[in-house]
């Protein structure tokens, strides 16, 4: 695991090498390999002048060793706090080993990795593609607790650290790094990264951590400052702020460890670190959040719905449609080198793909046209027009004599079936739905549709274009609203349907804030648009018929679109106000839906009835086979429609919850028959 090399000038070179896996992570072997390099470095301490900690990876260090972590149960904590302290207790060695240590990164180091180079007294990292530092942490529910909280508060101070680094998740590039504090130097190749860690040696012969020299002083005072104790009211005011009210146990967790631990000794900093990372590591929470996150996560991008069918890669790309999707689909594309022509109506319209802001690099392979003709030798075709079938059609007709042969008939529609779509095409099987989410510059997700006729061929490559710019795709069947869609659709009606009952607007959205929503339904309803949300639901009553079951949702949509004129954000006006495009206060009107039977319901049936409408749809999705797999709309739910992350997804939460069912039921009777779980 790790190779020990020491050279004729006393330098000893640590070169992280875990035999049995792609990436060094702090698994048992990692943990013995670095006991038995300190305790050959000691035993040899006369003839070492300093240490190189480096990586024959391509990554620096991965991290944690996520799988054993993930099985952690409460009966674990003591085996937990002997493994972390043996752990803490050889980079507490390395550092103060008393010779000068210095990490050459040579690749991501996140999280554990990070944990690895502030061990050292020196950090330079290599300025490569996909060098990125940080703690990921939060994001998995647990905290950096291999002495990640304690070093990084000592070295730059309790608010940068937490602003910075620790509550965030940032994974840095090296230069913003070094600029933030916890690399030192940047260096653009291998051979400058080692020479430039011997020459740093050479001149700190008596290097040590800040924390170990004599006089320190915590960089910005400790809590006991008069300065900083007037400051730290703010901190979890703020934090509350920043979770909208929701109660999330990793920041809780890391503001406190930072906090306490700034207030005691190191030692003793570490301690409190350790036991505040068991409890989370023990938590349902952080269960949920690495099985979405990253397990599931690896899963999906890994292919777990890809076919295992060979096909060639896009070469040059087709948009339809230059408005704000078809831009920025376009510039996805282009991104990540792709010859990419955009085609609207007019040469004005469609020239908008090239006036987004972006990289000029990028954007000059981007080429916009209002003739078919240029479209000549596209091998994907993405179409991101208005949603109405015929439409839809009429510009399928239009380019497809000018694309090659068997290029790829994609559709980015959000609800329409594919299988009708490709009804209009001549060669169905080539046909599939790209469903990117907006921003797409922003949104990770890729929602890929496969019709009743589509070969895994297209799915292939249409999945392999989806990974090649950039996003997760899943990977769903047809049906109409397909899965985001559909599922979102259950927690805008069940918002507007507290509305219709009552319920004050306010609580509806703190109700989902404090859930673990990432943005109000009110607010998300007048981002869609009330007048697309009445037309999508207008076209499921269509293709329902008699099946179709109406709520009170409905009306009240009606109600703000016909009688009120209150369309939406995009109008600027809708359940909010708006000004100069910017969100305001909700609509004074809202106020007299409000009655005393709406202000009664519970807070905790507020939350769950969002909760519960999405995951028992998501049950029926996966039993009427939309979903294909789980992984998919565990990944899908949080990434694309904003499901909660500490669910884990919205059917592990369904499946991970101590009385799904009996809880369903309770809310069947109270609120209606739609929450009888499948």
């Given at each position: 695991m790790i190779n020990y090399e020491r050279d004729g000038d006393g330098v000893v070179t640590l070169t992280l090498d875990d035999p049995d896996q792609s990436a060094n992570t702090m698994n048992a072997t990692y943990?013995?390999?670095?006991?038995?390099?300190?305790?050959?470095?000691?035993?040899?301490?006369?003839?070492?002048?300093?240490?190189?900690?480096?990586?024959?990876?391509?990554?620096?260090?991965?991290?944690?060793?996520?799988?054993?972590?993930?099985?952690?149960?409460?009966?674990?904590?003591?085996?937990?706090?002997?493994?972390?302290t043996t752990i803490k207790r050889d980079f507490r060695r390395l550092e103060t080993y008393g010779r000068p240590v210095v990490a050459a990164i040579n690749g991501a180091a996140l999280g554990g990795g990070l944990e690895v180079a502030l061990a050292c007294h020196h950090r330079i990292a290599l300025d490569a593609p996909g060098t990125r530092l940080g703690f990921p942490e939060v994001t998995l529910g647990l905290l950096p607790g291999a002495g990640g909280v304690t070093r990084t508060v000592r070295m730059l101070g309790l608010a940068p650290a937490l602003t910075t680094w620790l509550l965030t998740g940032r994974r840095l590039r090296p230069a913003d790094a070094r600029d933030n504090g916890l690399v030192d130097e940047v260096v653009d190749t291998p051979a400058a990264l080692i020479e430039s860690a011997r020459a740093w040696i050479a001149a700190n012969p008596d290097a040590a951590q800040p924390w170990d020299r004599e006089g320190y002083r915590m960089p910005g005072g400790t809590p006991a400052s008069p300065k900083l104790a007037a400051m730290l009211p703010a901190f979890p005011a703020t934090l509350r702020q920043q979770l909208k009210g929701a109660s999330l146990p990793a920041p809780e967790k890391i503001l406190a460890t930072a906090v306490e631990g700034a207030q005691v000794d190191f030692e003793t900093a570490l301690v409190i670190e350790t036991r505040h990372l068991i409890t989370l590591l023990t938590s349902q929470i952080a269960k949920n959040m690495m099985g979405a996150l990253f397990f599931d996560m690896r899963a999906v991008n890994g292919g777990l719905a890809r076919p295992d069918v060979e096909v060639a890669p896009a070469r040059k790309v087709a948009v339809l449609g230059a408005g704000m999707m078809g831009a920025g689909i376009a510039y996805a594309c282009a991104r990540a080198g792709l010859d990419v022509v955009v085609k609207d109506v007019t040469p004005l319209l469609a020239a908008r793909a090239t006036q987004q802001k972006g990289d000029p690099a990028v954007l000059a392979r981007?080429?916009?046209?209002?003739?078919?003709?240029?479209?000549?030798?596209?091998?994907?075709?993405?179409?991101?027009?208005?949603?109405?079938?015929?439409?839809?059609?009429?510009?399928?007709?239009?380019?497809?004599?000018?694309?090659?042969?068997?290029?790829?008939?994609?559709?980015?529609?959000?609800t329409l079936p594919i299988t009708g779509l490709a009804r209009g095409v001549e060669r169905p099987g080539d046909f599939i739905g790209m469903h990117f989410f907006s921003p797409v510059g922003k949104m990770p997700l890729l929602e890929i549709v496969v019709g009743e006729q589509t070969g895994d061929e297209a799915v292939a490559r249409a999945f392999d274009l989806g990974r090649r710019i950039g996003k997760t795709p899943i990977v769903?069947?047809?049906?109409?609203?397909?899965?985001?869609?559909?599922?979102?659709?259950?927690?805008?009606?069940e918002a507007i349907g507290m509305l219709a009952e009552g319920v004050p607007a306010p609580s509806i959205e703190h109700a989902a804030l404090q859930a673990g929503y990432p943005t109000g339904p009110l607010a998300l309803a007048d981002e869609v648009s009330l007048s697309l949300v009445q037309r999508i639901r207008r076209q499921f009553e269509a293709a329902a018929g008699d099946a179709f079951v109406a709520l009170p949702s409905h009306a009240l949509v009606d109600a703000m679109v016909g009688e009120h004129d209150r369309p939406g954000r995009a109008a600027g006006r809708g359940f909010y106000t708006y000004a100069e495009g910017r969100r305001g206060a909700l609509w004074p009107g809202l106020a007299s839906f409000a009655t005393d039977e709406g202000r009664s319901v519970p807070l905790e049936d507020l939350k769950d009835r969002f909760l519960f409408a999405e995951a028992i749809d998501a049950r029926r999705c996966l039993d009427e086979g939309v979903l294909r797999t789980e992984e998919d709309g565990n990944v899908g739910s949080i990434l694309g429609i904003g499901y909660p992350a500490w669910t884990g997804g919205v059917l592990r939460f369904a499946r991970q919850h101590a009385d799904f069912h009996r809880r369903a039921r309770s809310l069947a009777a109270r609120y209606g028959d739609r929450f009888i779980p499948a």
């Open positions: 943990v013995a390999a670095m006991t038995a390099a300190l305790d050959r470095l000691e035993a040899e301490r006369e003839q070492v002048t300093g240490v190189i900690v480096t990586s024959a990876k391509k990554t620096f260090f991965a991290g944690g060793d996520l799988p054993s972590m993930a099985r952690a149960e409460k009966e674990d904590a003591p085996a937990l706090f002997e493994l972390l981007i080429t916009t046209t209002a003739d078919p003709r240029d479209l000549a030798g596209c091998d994907v075709l993405i179409e991101a027009v208005f949603e109405d079938p015929a439409l839809k059609n009429a510009v399928y007709a239009e380019v497809a004599p000018y694309l090659t042969e068997d290029a790829l008939l994609a559709s980015n529609t959000s769903v069947n047809d049906g109409r609203g397909f899965f985001t869609s559909r599922v979102i659709g259950k927690f805008l009606d």
